[in-house]
Every structure is written in structure tokens, then in C-alpha cells.
């Protein structure tokens, strides 16, 4: 069932256009390479409690993006305020803390470790890794027990509790998926960043994934995602930002976002709008990597922002 944007309604759709409960507001953030301006935002609200897709053709700067507000990329000037506390020039883990946590194209885990190590591994605080803390083991036997428990009942929700005493390396690419996720959660996030969290996923479980998520956002967390699958974007998201040569060309619901010429014209292809054979932009039949929506045009997922396919 398409989600048509009512967590935003009266919002006008428009790039930059303020929320009415912003957990996250960014202006003037800019990042270059060499002389490729892979971030150019002026400025972008996200809405609290909702889920917000980020979308845009391949090399749009959507993970760059991502890497700068998370701290894995300094960007060359800007400021963002989450929560109203700006954690700009702050180091990944502090973010983190700060309740941002941010997930990666390219799962990343720890695999001659057990997925409940990789998952204990996430979480923040850990008393028992300072010194002189080690030397007193009641002081960190009680949280070292509510992280045990926690990662067990993600692992549980995740329909993974059976591999917890696994290997990491031997999970599937859509369980290590899962797992990125719930790991994800360890640090009890109030925003949680997906990047690409379908890619390479076969169909059963990116639902089980859209479940999830929709799960996160009725308890109350936000959700930012890049995705390039269009019906994805269109069943799920509550709003949604179109970011072309690191700008935010557009913003609104899906059912605005899906007629917006300027998205059709810049990503979508004609094939998305109520446009004629006359008025079809020219990236519609342009090859792969050249125009249009992965999703439509087959493409493997490649992304310069990132360097390596999806697939």
C-alpha cells in the first residue's frame, strides 16, 4: 500500500521547505572532490518520527552525504543541528552517542567473530573496556548483562536468534543485512540512516526489511534511507528528498515526488510521469548509468559515491 505522506500533511512540497518537528536540520553543507562538488545542500529538514527516503541518480552525493553528517567525511564548510545540538566536526563515535547511527551499503562485520560479538560490539559505553573499570568487575557486569540481553532480543526480533553462536562470515548477504540493522540498535538510536538497505536483497526479504522499518518508525524512531527502488520508496516513505549534482532538487510526498518534472527529468525517466513521447526528458532511454531510475533501468547499483557495486 503506497504511503501518501500524512505525517507531512500541509507541508508544501518544495526543496528545503522547514518541518514541523525537524530532529535534524542542515544548512550550507558542502563537500568536494578535486573538482567534482559532491555535496552542495543549502539546506534540508528531516521530520521526527517519520521515515524519509533520499533519492537521486547514481553520484548524487546521497552517501557522501551521509558520510558528513555521520563524521566519516569532513565536509568542506556546513553546520546541522540534531536534536537541536550541532555535531558538526564531530568523530563518528560521538554522533553515535550523540543517538545518530548510520548503517553502510556494504554491510561490514567481523567474521571470525560470532554475530552476537559483532552485535556486543556495538554498543557504546562499555565500561569494562577502560582500565582501571576492569579492575572492578561489578561495575561493569550490569551493563555487560542489559548488552547481552539487548543484542539477544534484536537478534530474536530479527529472526536471526539461531545464529547467534555463528560465525559472521557465514551469514547470506540479506542476513548480514538484518544484522546491520539490529546491530544498529545496540546503540538505542533516536535516528537510524540505511544506506541502500535492500540492495542485493532478494524480494521475501525486503519486506521482512520494509516491515522493520515501519516497526522502527511506530516506536517513535526516525528513519532516513537512500534507495533506488522506486516502489520501495513509494510503498514506505512518509516524504521524500531528490538530491541531483548534490542538491536537493525537490522535496514531498511520494505521489509528489513522482510527478515532479524536474525529478522525472533528472532521475525517473518519463516512464514514471504523465508525460507525452514529446515532452520525455532526455534521460529517460539513456543507457545504464546515463539517466533514469536504477531500479527501472536494470543497473547493477554501482555508485561513485561509493566505489564498489552493489550487486
Known amino acids: 500500500m503506497q504511503n501518501d505522506g500524512q505525517l507531512l500533511t500541509g507541508v508544501a512540497p518544495e526543496a528545503g521547505v522547514g518541518k514541523p518537528d525537524p530532529i535534524l536540520v542542515a544548512t550550507d553543507v558542502r563537500k568536494a572532490f578535486g573538482g567534482i562538488q559532491a555535496v552542495d545542500l543549502d539546506h534540508l529538514e528531516v521530520q521526527r518520527g517519520g521515515i524519509?527516503?533520499?533519492?537521486?541518480?547514481?553520484g548524487a552525493g546521497k552517501s557522501t552525504f551521509?558520510?558528513?553528517?555521520?563524521?566519516f567525511e569532513p565536509p568542506d564548510s556546513g553546520r546541522w543541528h540534531f536534536e537541536g545540538q550541532p555535531l558538526q566536526r564531530l568523530p563518528a563515535?560521538?554522533?553515535a552517542r550523540a543517538g545518530m547511527i548510520?548503517?553502510?551499503?556494504?554491510?561490514?562485520?567481523?567474521?571470525?567473530l560470532s554475530v552476537l560479538d559483532n552485535m556486543l560490539l556495538a554498543a557504546p559505553n562499555q565500561k569494562g573496556e577502560h582500565f582501571l573499570a576492569s579492575l572492578y568487575p561489578g561495575s561493569w557486569r550490569k551493563q555487560e548483562q542489559h548488552n547481552r540481553g539487548l543484542a539477544e532480543a534484536l537478534l530474536e526480533r530479527f529472526g536471526i536468534a539461531h545464529m547467534r553462536d555463528e560465525y559472521a562470515g557465514t551469514m547470506s548477504g540479506g542476513q548480514r543485512k538484518l544484522?546491520?540493522?539490529?546491530r544498529a540498535l545496540m546503540a538505542e538510536p533516536r535516528m537510524i540512516m540505511l544506506d541502500e538497505p535492500?540492495?542485493?536483497v532478494n524480494p521475501a526479504l525486503v519486506q521482512s526489511l520494509l516491515g522493520h522499518m515501519r516497526e522502527l518508525r511506530d516506536e517513535g524512531l526516525t528513519v532516513v534511507f537512500v534507495e533506488h527502488d522506486m516502489d520501495v520508496v513509494m510503498d514506505i516513505s512518509d516524504w521524500v528528498v531528490c538530491l541531483a549534482d548534490g542538491r536537493v532538487i525537490a522535496e514531498g510526498s511520494p505521489d509528489d515526488i513522482s510527478r515532479n518534472p524536474a525529478v522525472i527529468d533528472a532521475y525517473l525517466g518519463a516512464a514514471?510521469?504523465?508525460?507525452?513521447?514529446d515532452e520525455k526528458p532526455q534521460g529517460a532511454n539513456a543507457p545504464d548509468g546515463e539517466g533514469g531510475a536504477p531500479g527501472a533501468n536494470g543497473e547493477d547499483g554501482s555508485d561513485p559515491d561509493h566505489g564498489e557495486s552493489t550487486a
Open 52 to 58: 524519509t527516503a533520499l533519492i537521486g541518480p547514481n
Open 66 to 71: 551521509f558520510n558528513c553528517l555521520t563524521g
Open 93 to 95: 563515535h560521538k554522533v
Open 102 to 112: 548510520r548503517t553502510f551499503q556494504l554491510t561490514k562485520a567481523l567474521s571470525k
Open 179 to 182: 544484522m546491520e540493522m539490529a
Open 198 to 200: 535492500m540492495s542485493g
Open 272 to 277: 514514471h510521469g504523465d508525460v507525452t513521447a
